[in-house]
């Protein structure tokens, strides 16, 4: 890593109000983000993945939420110092984000054409028509067929592979530094799931953009990303190129969620569930968070919290585990 | 779109007929006979069967009922029993206040209403929201002819702003508009509490939606994302409940009429009630039952306007 | 929440669930209990009116006409003298009256109708459902008019009238859910113990669609109110003499001129009363109806 992130979060923290109180849903969250890498931030739903991820949009809803401490550092600005205006205009032009769901993350009353071509007409100072030429090229671009007799067409009209196909165009219009994609395959069938993984990958080494992928599933991952981040509880738990992760699983969660992956050449007997569930927000245990679920714990886990640490031999390996890698074994 | 069109105006026929049927049966099952009633108590018995007989009462039910089903269609609606003028023209000559007023007052509603709920949503649980709400739901409390009636009290009688009586008038367009005023603020406020409360919550329902999120993520200015990608989702169930709200409307609107002495339907139907005037009343259903088929057609298509996904087949 | 309804198969528990989410409901809503607090005092006033009334509200003393408040009239006396507090007061009972019976005998008939709709299903459910739709998009006003000039202006007709236009509304809300319930598991496990479709109804289905009969009902029985003082006002409702809000409105409104007062008065009570119920619904709908409520979180 010796050129300079072109992401960098550090220490962020964010809160939801709940019941008059402020917890904090996403805690601490280190890491970065180099130019055309692909990291992706895995865990169960609740996590915190999307909500490092709409952090760093800013588009946690201001009535019960707020980034409480943190810097998110990008293009030598510290985002949570910006106001709207200028989040604003990053949003959608430097910085685009993908969601979960293309059955609803596009709005019915508005034809595609228009929905792509808006990102660009309130981004880069061009005119109606350019904007939907330009539209149209992207559409193209992300192998929409016959895109230019479909650019007129509401998205009721699309399939869901195609819908999500009119999201990466949509955020891939201004060509962003970094794409956040969240959950993008999740809500598709398989055949497509891997159709729309290439398209991503692709169209990512084309632009030279960085991406933020985030996902409950290993299996896409190990297919996508260049570096995962493990998450659990709001916090990383473990971090490493995606090689080492899967040859070298060192967190018990991670571990945990290697053997719940479904694979052939196991049968579904041995199929691993975790026990237990996620702590909620407003009672996290004192010590390490995943100490209640864990089957390796000692004393020290549930009286203080482990941090993150580089794992012996490595400088790129980090795991947050009293036993496995600080210095309590 | 054509074809959308006629099949929904056939479609109506059935309800038509069915209505129309209610209508004659009631009108025959309502106490008193109606010649008795026009020549009054001391009418010898002679000239009671004659009237009978020459307003067809004497005739077979059967058919009265044919007679009365095929002149209800083709526009010949006999005369009224207690005029004796031509239902169909007397219909025709109130029916424009009427429309006008309640058309005025719809828009008023929404002018009003829309703004307000968006407003309302979009300041969720501050005190404008709060106010907008209590306001509203004040609004909705209000029986027509009181609010009629403290509008006729403190514009027309205090403030000597506006006509107290919205009849008459030298017929000029400003004397019109001047007489519309109060009657269309009256139902226009009305609907705009039912409006704004109806817009705010469906506000409010699509601002949680995931498309909204999209369009922030995309970098759209707060103002587009409420007006281009919000109010036009948002305003689906609004187009329901204003039609719906066509019911609550027209018996406003009677008395509203009947406050502000203007002509109109409602005044036609209280006359006509009182005084048993069974032809009046049967026209005045047909007209009735034919407004409500014609804004169900006009819901339904400003549903196809305001929403890509409804198709006309 | 489904969950829960999934699994309660005691008949209790469906009820007693019914009343919590009710009383949790009026629990969260400040306006709600606004409105609870004030209809108590209307409703008090009402029973209690021979002790908070001095004169009777038919009682014509033609000498005393139009006078305004004093000591002996609180509220000033109306074109035949007679005292406007009394007539507003026993104005209330016959409101009230009205109101409540009308729109109970329009839930207990429209949940009737809906459940049975509902439970049974196919051409039954559509002919019926079909019924309602043509009853509800008729103005509800011209058919309240028809059917008192019809039958005659009494209570009774009143009633019989205003419960007639609010049977639609409460047969749909009705049907809907028990449309959804009947497929539950325990429904069937009942059927196959062999009770009978009425206490199967009863019992397990009629729980579950109270808390939103009743916010209905709160809120039609504000519109009741609001239809019965129309009918009067318009002429066709209660006969005069009885004291009517919508009949002294009526009277008053002879005298708007010179004495504003005598249609001011009905006027701020039909408000009051019609406002407060509008209160209530409205709260108790915010908890019932849970679509608005919930705050989205990560």
Not at chain 2, 82 to 90: K, N, S
Not at chain 3, 29 to 53: C, D, F, Q, R, Y
Not at chain 3, 256 to 273: E, F, G, K, Q, Y
Request: aromatic fraction near 6%.
């Amino acid at each position: 890593m010796a050129e300079a992130p072109v992401l960098s979060v550090q220490g962020l923290t964010t809160e939801f109000r709940i019941g008059g109180q402020w917890h904090a849903a996403v805690r601490d969250m280190d890491f970065q983000l180099a130019r055309n890498e692909t990291l992706a931030l895995v865990g169960e739903s609740g996590c915190g993945k999307s909500i490092t991820a709409l952090s760093i949009m800013g588009l946690i809803p201001k009535a019960a939420g707020r980034v409480a401490r943190g810097r998110i550092e990008f293009e030598g600005r510290n985002l949570p110092d910006l106001d709207d205006l200028e989040m604003r205009k990053l949003r959608g032009d430097r910085i685009a984000m993908i969601f979960q769901e293309p059955m609803t993350s596009l709005n019915p009353v508005l034809t595609i054409g228009f929905q792509v071509a808006e990102v660009l007409r309130y981004h880069r100072d061009i005119s109606a028509s350019e904007a939907r030429e330009k539209a149209l090229a992207i559409l193209e671009e992300v192998k929409i067929p016959s895109a230019r007799q479909r650019l007129d067409d509401y998205p009721h009209q699309f399939s869901g592979g195609m819908r999500q196909r009119v999201m990466i165009a949509m955020a891939l219009a201004c060509q962003p530094q970094v794409l956040l994609a969240d959950e993008p395959t999740t809500a598709l069938d398989v055949t497509i799931q891997a159709q729309v993984l290439v398209l991503l990958a692709e169209l990512k080494q084309r632009f030279g953009m960085s991406m933020i992928f985030i996902s409950h599933n290993l299996g896409v991952v190990a297919t996508i990303a260049d570096r995962v981040a493990v998450m659990y509880a709001g916090e990383i738990v473990e971090t490493a190129p995606v090689g080492e992760l899967f040859d070298r699983p060192t967190h018990p969660y991670t571990e945990a969620l290697m053997r719940s992956i479904p694979r052939v050449d196991r049968t579904s007997a041995e199929l691993f569930a975790i026990p237990g569930q996620v702590p909620p927000i407003s009672r996290m245990p004192q010590g390490c968070r995943y100490a209640p679920r864990c089957g390796l714990k000692q004393a020290i886990c549930e009286q203080q919290s482990p941090p993150l640490e580089p794992l012996q031999g490595t400088a790129t390996h980090f795991a947050r585990c009293w036993v496995r890698a600080g210095g309590a074994a | 779109m054509l074809r959308f069109l006629i099949k929904r105006l056939l479609f109506a026929v059935p309800t038509l007929l069915a209505v129309l049927t209610v209508v004659f049966v009631v009108a025959r099952i309502m106490p008193g006979d109606p010649a008795q009633v026009i020549m009054g108590d001391q009418a010898s018995a002679e000239a009671i069967q004659a009237l009978r007989a020459r307003l067809g009462l004497d005739r077979p039910l059967w058919v009265q009922y044919f007679e009365f089903m095929g002149g209800a269609l083709t526009g010949n609606w006999g005369s009224s029993m207690v005029t004796g003028r031509a239902v169909l023209g007397e219909v025709l000559n109130v029916l424009p206040f009427t429309i006008e007023l309640t058309f005025v007052s719809v828009l008023v509603g929404a002018i009003i209403g829309v703004p307000l709920g968006v407003w309302s949503a979009l300041h969720r649980n501050d005190t404008i929201d709060y106010v907008t709400r209590i306001g509203s739901l004040l609004g909705l409390s209000f029986p027509a002819f009181v609010m009629a009636i403290m509008l006729l009290l403190v514009f027309a009688i205090q403030l000597r702003w506006l006509p107290v009586i919205s009849s008459g008038g030298d017929g000029s367009l400003a004397d019109r508009a001047k007489h519309l005023v109060l009657p269309a603020a009256n139902l226009g406020i009305i609907m705009a509490a039912y409006i704004t409360r109806v817009t705010r919550s469906s506000m409010l329902e699509v601002l949680g939606e995931d498309y909204i999120r999209t369009a922030h993520a995309k970098g759209v200015p707060s103002m587009a994302v409420v007006w281009r990608h919000s109010l036009r989702n948002a305003l689906i169930p609004v187009v329901t409940v204003v039609g719906l709200y066509l019911g609550i409307l027209i018996g406003n609107s009677v008395l509203t009429e009947i406050v502000f002495n203007r002509p109109g339907l409602g005044k036609l139907i209280v006359g006509a009630l009182t005084q048993r005037d069974y032809t009046m009343l049967q026209g005045l259903m047909v007209v009735y039952t034919f407004i409500i088929v014609v804004t169900n057609l006009l819901t339904d298509l400003t549903y196809g306007f305001i929403d890509p996904r409804v198709k006309y087949q | 929440m489904s969950a829960a309804d999934a699994t309660a198969p005691a008949q209790d528990g469906g009820r007693a669930r019914a009343m919590r989410q009710m009383l949790r409901a009026l629990n969260a809503n400040k306006t709600s209990w606004v409105g609870i607090v004030t209809m108590a005092v209307v409703i008090l006033i009402a029973i209690l009116a021979p002790v908070l009334t001095s004169h009777d509200p038919l009682e014509q003393n033609i000498l005393d006409k139009l006078k305004g408040p004093s000591a002996e009239y609180v509220l000033g006396t109306d074109s035949y003298g007679r005292d406007i507090w009394a007539r507003l007061v026993y104005g209330a009972q016959i409101s009230l009256w009205i109101g409540t019976v009308s729109i109970a005998i329009a839930m207990i008939i429209g949940s009737i109708i809906g459940m049975i709709a509902g439970y049974f299903g196919g051409k039954l459910d559509l002919v019926i459902m079909q019924a309602m739709d043509v009853l509800l998009s008729f103005p509800s006003l011209i058919l309240g008019l028809m059917v008192v000039a019809m039958l005659g202006p009494s209570i009774g007709n009143l009633i019989f009238a205003i419960a007639l236009t609010a049977i639609p509304p409460f047969a749909r809300i009705a049907r809907a859910p028990t449309v959804s319930v009947k497929e539950r598991d325990y429904i069937e496990a009942c059927r196959a113990l062999g009770y009978s479709h009425p206490r199967i109804l009863v019992v397990h289905i009629l729980p579950n669609i109270f808390p939103e009969i009743l916010v209905m009902g709160s809120l039609w029985l504000a519109t009741a109110i609001r239809v019965e003082a129309s009918l009067s006002f318009i002429g066709l409702g209660v006969r005069p003499p009885t004291p009517t809000w919508g009949g002294m409105i009526r009277e008053g409104f002879e005298h708007i001129l010179d004495s504003a007062w005598l249609s001011i008065a009905p006027s701020i009570a039909i408000l009051i009363v019609v406002f407060a119920l509008n209160m209530i619904g409205d709260g108790l709908r915010d908890v019932v109806d849970p679509k608005l409520k919930g705050e989205r979180g990560g």
